[in-house]
């Protein structure tokens, strides 16, 4: 079954600064990749999410890149704000069993002031 | 509009005993999901439902764990004869549909179940 990847699992950029978070999938049939931001005692709310028929998404600050050959998939914020501390979960799924999301094990980011 | 709502948000129960939790999914929604979430791990499947039937239970870990979805809105995740181990947070999630951009799913707050 898909095993999902993701590092590091903390991290810790100063505000304005750029926060990179990485993920690994192994199921090539995986052909969707949300991610989600979970605050604390709260649910995982989606941010963006990416199909397999396109290597970059954009929206606003946030963007995702995804690399299919080499199964690579990260989230890129910019400009980042004291708001953007939370923990961050990358995923995957095949259009076949969007039922099925397969997590990673999350990115606790810290925004320094 | 109302998002995905569960009760109770926090459950403290003693080994042995039997648990229901609840969830009411985003109106219109047809499929609903059960993850289960342990301390500093991403969720984990449990089961899906598509209407009033379970159309994944592939996550569920053994036989003590159900779910029920009966009118193909609410569901309830059952669980009978709880262990210390089955102390996680519980979260549901529910979709318009499963296929392409219907399939996103919009999580719950989850609810905390200690087994002591």
């Known amino acids: 079954g898909e095993n999902v990847e993701q590092h590091p699992s903390t991290l810790s950029v100063q505000e304005g600064d750029s926060a990179v978070i990485k993920c690994t999938y192994s199921?090539?049939?995986?052909?969707?990749f949300p991610w989600y931001k979970q605050e604390l005692g709260k649910g995982p709310q989606l941010i963006i999410d990416?199909?397999?028929?396109?290597g970059e998404k954009k929206d606003q600050r946030i963007a995702v890149t995804l690399n299919k050959t080499a199964k690579h998939f990260s989230l890129h914020i910019t400009e980042t704000q004291p708001e953007d501390s939370a923990v961050y979960f990358c995923?995957?799924?095949?259009?076949?069993?969007?039922?099925?999301?397969?997590f990673g094990s999350g990115t606790r980011l810290s925004i320094r002031p | 509009g109302a998002g995905v709502s569960q009760t109770p948000s926090n459950k403290v129960t003693e080994k042995g005993k039997y648990v229901e939790l609840r969830c009411d999914p985003i109106?219109?929604?047809?499929?609903l999901y059960w993850y289960r979430q342990s301390l500093g791990q991403g969720p984990e499947f449990l089961i899906y439902?598509?209407?009033?039937?379970?159309?994944?239970d592939s996550g569920l870990p053994n036989d003590r764990f159900f779910a029920v979805r009966p009118e193909g809105s609410v569901s309830t995740l059952k669980i009978q004869r709880t262990e210390r181990g089955d102390s996680a947070v519980y979260l549901c999630?529910?979709?318009?549909?499963?296929?392409?951009?219907?399939?996103?799913?919009?999580f719950g707050p989850g609810t905390r179940l200690l087994v002591l």
């Open positions: 109106s219109g929604h047809t499929a």
């Open positions: 990416i199909r397999s028929n396109v």
């Open positions: 999630a529910s979709s318009l549909g499963v296929a392409g951009g219907q399939g996103t799913q919009y």
């Open positions: 995923a995957a799924s095949t259009d076949s069993s969007a039922s099925k999301i397969i």
């Open positions: 199921d090539s049939a995986s052909n969707y």
């Open positions: 439902f598509q209407g009033t039937g379970a159309a994944d």
